[in-house]
């Protein structure tokens, strides 16, 4: 009896011998894991109170609506905050400037080639005309139209100018080589005839355009034509960033 109790013990002793060497390791372990290894420092982000909340959803300049999509060509100038939605065709040479909203969700919109719309304009076209006009807006070639103009299912025939501020309305039309002077309001179905110029609210005759102001008409949509070259180049893969650059060396002293 005597002999297996001294057994036992002798193995209770051992046991907890190498339990306390067990114990020992590790510990001598994570004492040396926690001095070779530099800590991670914790970072801690705090919210700036004036810090602004992003909307990551953006500002689209085209918007298709079902199976309209907005077409661009290729050579065509559409500043980075114009705003295309739906049946819109913007034809080749011409221009659309920053701001501009081209809303065609219910009717076709139309820029044709080498015409300008400029800042701030509003273009957009109802179902139907009640004139029985087509209700689809268009802007043919060469046609000028001045910022913060206002058209809605209105038709301009090529080589004309729009003035700023107006407001063309539903069914109205503006014939070739025609002129309508800035802060005019064209009522619906109204139309001027060509080689005329219009002015006021509502919009009424004021003379015969001469035959020099006439040959002008096309001469400015083409010199707005070429000062959007310049814009667009900016647009191209290397742009004009490379003159900051340059700027740039030069002030560290760094030789270009």
Not at 45 to 58: E, L, N, Q
Request: a positive charge; aromatic letters at 8%; hydrophobic letters at 40%.
């Amino acid at each position: 009896m005597a002999t297996s109790l001294a057994r036992i013990s002798k193995r209770g002793v051992t046991s907890a011998v190498y339990s306390n060497l067990i114990r020992r390791y590790f510990a001598a372990e994570a004492v040396a894991v926690a001095t070779t290894e530099t800590p991670k420092p914790k970072s801690q982000i705090t919210p700036s109170p004036d810090r602004v909340k992003w909307d990551y959803r953006g500002q689209r300049q085209i918007i298709p609506l079902g199976q309209w999509l907005p077409k661009v060509a290729v050579d065509a100038y559409v500043a980075p905050n114009v705003v295309l939605a739906g049946q819109v065709t913007v034809w080749d040479g011409s221009s659309v400037w920053n701001g501009a909203v081209l809303r065609g969700d219910l009717n076709k919109i139309t820029v044709g080639f080498c015409s300008n719309v400029q800042e701030r304009c509003v273009v957009h076209a109802a179902w139907s005309s009640p004139t029985g006009l087509p209700a689809q807006t268009l802007i043919d070639r060469y046609v000028t139209v001045g910022a913060y103009s206002l058209l809605r299912s209105c038709t301009i025939e090529p080589e004309c100018i729009i003035g700023q501020h107006s407001i063309l309305m539903e069914g109205s039309l503006v014939e070739t080589r025609s002129i309508l002077e800035a802060g005019s309001v064209l009522p619906p179905g109204r139309r001027i005839p060509s080689g005329e110029l219009w002015g006021g609210n509502p919009a009424r005759f004021i003379r015969t355009l001469t035959n020099e102001e006439t040959l002008e008409i096309p001469k400015l949509a083409v010199a707005i034509n070429h000062l959007s070259g310049d814009y667009f180049s900016e647009f191209l893969p290397y742009s004009t960033i490379y003159l900051e650059v340059e700027k740039f060396k030069k002030s560290l002293g760094i030789a270009v």
